[in-house]
């Protein structure tokens, strides 16, 4: 059972737009600790897609975007393409447990 | 550009311990405010955070696994580890190492490849 709350899985057909979610609580997001976002291909490490809750990385497309209220979180993929598809990972900091943590992971398949 | 790689036995036996080293390139350890962690992926499963240190030797660890890990850091050396004792094949997976920047609750941001760990008899 993962601190954060991830759907198991999305879809969505090429060009199109899908959104995951990230819930968390008042230990981590919703204590105001940013989160992070990351996409692992099938057999790749992790690749950091967006820090600090909004914020791309040198060389991650602008189709990617990230969002936070409150105790949760969202990424949004748009103009979706047949190389998103994997795995995807929020992370933030949870202050009870003294250390990072982890959503579940949600797979994402392009229909 | 900064590279981590991992490094260590691939198969464990139960009971035994495993040792882990991550040597990073690229730019020193020892930079203000990047702490290093280890992250661990059963197979078909999601990321787990095992634990993190700064260069000065602070550490922090999952409170699950804090009884049977130990992460140390060797600046001359320009690495890091991790040792697990008392291991099951509940702790079969792929484990990587990775620079959390911006402190203690900051990001993962560069990662290594990971190695995969079998704990068979």
């Known amino acids: 059972q993962s601190v954060l709350t991830q759907p198991p899985s999305v879809s969505g057909a090429p060009g199109q737009r899908v959104t995951i979610s990230c819930a968390g609580n008042?230990?981590?997001?919703?204590?105001?600790?940013?989160v992070h976002w990351y996409q692992q291909l099938p057999g790749t490490a992790p690749k950091l897609l967006i820090y600090?809750?909004?914020i791309r990385p040198s060389g991650v497309p602008d189709r990617f975007s990230g969002s936070k209220s409150g105790a949760s979180a969202s990424l949004a993929i748009t103009g979706l393409q047949a190389e998103d598809e994997g795995d995807y990972y929020c992370?933030?900091?949870?202050?009870?447990?003294?250390?990072?943590?982890f959503g579940g992971g949600t797979k994402l398949t392009v229909l | 550009q900064l590279q981590l790689q991992e490094s260590g036995p691939g198969l464990v036996k139960p009971s035994e311990t495993l040792s882990l080293t991550c040597t990073v390139s690229?730019?020193?350890?020892?930079?203000?405010?990047?702490?290093w962690g280890w992250i661990r992926q059963p197979p078909g499963e999601g990321l787990e955070w095992i634990g993190s240190?700064?260069?000065?030797?602070?550490?922090y660890y999952n409170p699950s696994l804090k009884s049977r890990v130990t992460i140390s850091v060797h600046t001359s050396k320009n690495q890091f580890s991790l040792r697990l004792n008392s291991v099951s094949a509940a702790d079969t997976a792929v484990y990587f190492c990775?620079?959390?920047?911006?402190?203690?609750?900051?990001?993962?941001?560069?990662w290594g490849r990971g190695t995969l760990v079998a704990v068979s008899s």
């Open positions: 600090g809750n909004t």
């Open positions: 990775a620079r959390l920047s911006s402190g203690v609750a900051g990001t993962f941001d560069y």
């Open positions: 690229g730019g020193p350890i020892t930079s203000s405010n990047n702490y």
């Open positions: 240190i700064y260069y000065v030797g602070s550490t």
């Open positions: 992370q933030s900091y949870d202050s009870s447990l003294s250390g990072s943590v």
């Open positions: 008042s230990s981590n997001i919703g204590a105001y600790y940013d």
